[in-house]
């Protein structure tokens, strides 16, 4: 089953259930997050709380995907009531591609940088056996989810930032339920977005490279084949794909197993709050800018896995106003 959330501009909400090429509405939820909230209640699955509330009413998905219809898509999860309550993070050097561009990006000379040798760490300890913990991963922090966008919204460069480029993922989306327990309702194609430039100057500055907006969806695949995922990453210009890559994720693409990831996002208190909302990206096996390209706005992202639904798109949009000083003002 895959999820689909849509918004009329007006404060107005649904959720769709995918059959294509129909979208057939939810009643009683206007949300995901209010769907797994009852599912929890009623001790259901997700699935089958989706299936107790599908009506017969139906959308053309062509016109809602293509933009044409009066409902526009929304980020394949948030939350609601408000976006504090959720938050968007990441998993780095989980697949060697990233680690190789990583290397190229600071290495000096042939000795292994350290993003290479957190690579090999979870070469060599990211999958243990059932029930034990594997060695921790590289973790970064993207922001609260005021910085999700959806399928067809432009990712923008803020004018502080040096430049913005397409990171090809899939995200893990997650309640915590009212005992602090992680719930996972399902995983989304997702373009991570970040500033290659600024955080090619010094390995150091990627804390501060990840802070920019983020795409996940357009749909929300639950329970999705997470084993060997095969996709594609594309960048368009004026209508025409310029650059493209066959990209690679899953369990069989990563150095670390999905419940070491989960575990070493999740043994943290602050992250087991009840209530809250986390987007935890895994890693990336391709991207443009390893390959020598810059983007300019205008070019639009794809990303598509198979298994999750109809490819994520997203133009890139530059704000070239002068920087501001953010100043901070005594009470």
Request: with cysteine.
């Amino acid at each position: 089953m895959r999820l689909l959330q849509i918004g009329d501009g007006t404060g107005q909400r649904r959720v769709g259930v995918i059959d294509e090429p129909r979208v057939f509405l939810l009643d009683s939820v206007d949300s995901i997050f209010e769907l797994a909230q009852a599912a929890l209640e009623d001790g259901a699955t997700l699935a089958a709380a989706a299936e107790q509330r599908l009506s017969t009413v139906s959308l053309n998905y062509d016109a809602v995907y293509n933009g044409t219809s009066p409902w526009s898509i929304l980020p394949a999860m948030d939350h609601p009531d408000d976006p504090a309550h959720c938050i968007v993070s990441g998993t780095g050097l989980t697949h060697r591609k990233s680690a190789q561009n990583r290397q190229a990006m600071h290495a000096s000379g042939e000795a292994p940088t350290d993003s290479m040798r957190m690579y090999q760490w979870g070469v060599d300890g990211g999958r243990p056996e059932v029930g034990e913990i594997g060695v921790s991963p590289e973790w970064f922090y993207k922001g609260t989810g005021a910085v999700l966008r959806a399928h067809g919204d432009p990712l923008e460069v803020p004018p502080h930032a040096e430049d913005g480029g397409e990171e090809p993922e899939i995200a893990g989306v997650y309640v915590i339920d009212d005992e602090g327990t992680p719930r996972r309702i399902g995983m989304a194609a997702g373009n991570e977005f970040s500033d290659h430039c600024f955080e090619k100057k010094n390995y150091l500055y990627l804390a501060s490279s990840k802070l920019m907006q983020c795409a996940i969806g357009p749909e929300l695949a639950i329970d999705p084949n997470f084993g060997d995922v095969a996709g594609e990453v594309s960048i368009e210009r004026h209508g025409k794909a310029i650059w493209s890559k066959a990209i690679a994720s899953g369990d069989a693409a990563m150095s670390h197993t999905l419940e070491n990831l989960e575990h070493h996002h999740f043994k943290h208190e602050g992250h087991r709050q009840p209530g809250d909302v986390h987007i935890h990206f895994f890693g990336a096996s391709a991207f443009s800018f390893g390959e020598g390209l810059r983007l300019e706005a205008g070019d639009v992202m794809q990303v598509r896995f198979e298994g999750f639904g109809r490819p994520l798109r997203n133009p890139l949009a530059i704000d070239r106003s002068p920087q501001r000083l953010f100043a901070a003002v005594p009470l």
